[in-house]
């Protein structure tokens, strides 16, 4: 992790758009938009570095993942989709 990380959110071909930043209190906030959530599949998910404690709030329309970050990152990217269904953001420090 000496420049940053990635990280990789499997998808399901739903998925209409991303927004993704990092909260001043250390927080990567990922909005999925036309994504469905596994609430069982993510409850079970065992986090690691960089990650502490993980909340997700599913809409009608949408799933917002929010992410603690146990290391300080700088900014965040989503990386643009290249053909697959999943989804990329980059962490900078």
Avoid at 11 to 18: F, M, R
């Amino acid at each position: 992790m000496k420049n940053g990380c990635l990280v990789k959110l499997q998808g399901n071909g739903c998925v209409q758009s991303v927004a993704a930043f990092i909260s001043t209190d250390d927080w990567l906030i990922v909005t999925l938009v036309g994504a469905t959530v596994d609430f069982d599949r993510l409850r079970s998910w065992k986090t690691d570095d960089p990650f502490g404690d993980i909340a997700v709030v599913g809409h009608r329309t949408s799933v917002q993942l929010t992410l603690k970050l146990t290391t300080k990152f700088r900014s965040c990217e989503v990386v643009p989709n290249t053909g697959s269904d999943d989804v990329e953001i980059d962490l900078f420090n």
